[in-house]
Nanobody
Framework: QVQLVESGGGLVQAGGSLRLSCAASGRTFSSYTMGWFRQAPGKERELVAAISRSGSNTYHAEAVKGRFTISRDNAENTGYLQMNNLKPEDTAVYYC????????????????????WGQGTQVTVSS
């Protein structure tokens, strides 16, 4: 069992930045690949970014590429999502999620492949 707690959300003006954190407890964080998802009102939950166990491989959705950066610190059992140049369309509840993997380089890009989820943190970008 892995417990995930997101933090760092809030209200920011367009063009601003936020850094989301995902604190993991209960199991060895480095055994899990991690992803950040978001869900805007009336929309499906979507993958924003994913990172391998080792941190060597990452994926960023086209909508956030060049603006958002996923990272992790396995020693601190924490994952991050740095969000720069935020836009009103980035407004959503952001969730971190983990999936246990046997290798250190693979990513998981489907919501169904993730086993553990945080409670979410609200990000609101005003125009």
């Amino acid at each position: 069992q892995v417990q995930l707690v997101e933090s760092g959300g809030g209200l920011v003006q367009a063009g601003g930045s936020l850094r989301l954190s995902c604190a993991a407890s209960g199991r060895t964080f480095s055994s899990y690949t991690m992803g950040w998802f978001r869900q805007a009102p009336g929309k499906e939950r979507e993958l924003v970014a994913a990172i391998s166990r080792s941190g060597s491989n990452t994926y960023h959705a086209e909508a956030v590429k060049g603006r958002f950066t996923i990272s992790r610190d396995n020693a601190e059992n924490t994952g991050y999502l740095q969000m720069n140049n935020l836009k009103p369309e980035d407004t959503a509840v952001y969730y971190c999620a983990t999936a246990r993997l046997s290798n250190s380089w693979s990513l998981r890009l489907s919501e169904d492949e993730y086993n553990y989820w945080g409670q979410g943190t609200q990000v609101t970008v005003s125009s």
